[in-house]
T-cell receptor, first 112, second 114 residues
Framework: QQQVKQSPQSLIVQKGGISIINCAYE??????FPWYQQFPGKGPALLIA?????SEKKEGRFTISFNKSAKQFSLHIMDSQPGDSATYFCAAGSGNTGKLIFGQGTTLQVKP | GAGVSQTPSNKVTEKGKYVELRCDPISGHTALYWYRQSLGQGPEFLIY????????DSGLPNDRFFAVRPEGSVSTLKIQRTERGDSAVYLCASSPRLGTDTQYFGPGTRLTVL
């Protein structure tokens, strides 16, 4: 019940295209869903996060779509750029602890 | 000021040795988290602190792992009798408060047990 499943494992997108990464969770106690971006040799950095009271959140080229009934959420990267090439992790947490359960990660490559 | 810092950046040790990994959180952050990231995997929760106390250590794999935060700022993760399976990147994160504040991660310590 603590798992967060992420797909795909890897993704190749052309510059200007849309990158979509999906995650699913089981524990309905989760109420915080962040996405982290990680470059090689660096720690993860928060990209965008959503809470279950909204179905979508947009920040610049990054959008989270959230489906509470399906227990799924996804990251959309519009107008993907080579600088977006990194590993992306979804995560889930509960508000009273901040303890995060991470997905397995998606390695994104944006080709110029 | 500065972000989360972790020292050393790399640590190579021999099986059976003892290691200490240090985390300096962002000044003023009361919550501190340790995660472990194996190659090609997402970070795995180990322990978190609210102030000086370990609020949840359920992620520590066994009693060879221990962490402290004696003054509510710097934290040290201690691993006794290291095993080859302990090889991973150990990440530290801090946030202003416990809960869903943004967690700011350090660059990690890459531990290699030979």
């Amino acid at each position: 019940q603590q798992q967060v499943k992420q797909s795909p494992q890897s993704l190749i997108v052309q510059k200007g295209g849309i990158s979509i990464i999906n995650c699913a969770y089981e524990n309905t106690a989760f109420d915080y869903f962040p996405w982290y971006q990680q470059f090689p040799g660096k720690g993860p950095a928060l990209l965008i996060a959503i809470r279950p009271d909204v179905s979508e959140k947009k920040e610049g080229r990054f959008t989270i779509s959230f489906n509470k009934s399906a227990k799924q959420f996804s990251l959309h990267i519009m107008d993907s750029q080579p600088g977006d090439s990194a590993t992306y992790f979804c995560a889930a947490g509960s508000g009273n602890t901040g303890k995060l359960i991470f997905g397995q990660g998606t390695t994104l490559q944006v080709k110029p | 000021g500065a972000g989360v810092s972790q020292t050393p950046s790399n640590k190579v040790t021999e099986k059976g040795k003892y290691v200490e990994l240090r985390c300096d959180p962002i000044s003023g952050h009361t919550a501190l988290y340790w995660y472990r990231q194996s190659l090609g995997q997402g970070p795995e929760f180990l322990i978190y602190f609210q102030g000086t106390g370990a609020a949840d250590d359920s992620g520590l794999p066994n009693d060879r792992f221990f962490a402290v935060r004696p003054e509510g700022s710097v934290s040290t993760l201690k691993i006794q009798r290291t095993e080859r399976g302990d090889s991973a990147v150990y990440l530290c994160a801090s946030s202003p408060r416990l809960g869903t504040d943004t967690q700011y991660f350090g660059p990690g310590t890459r531990l290699t047990v030979l």
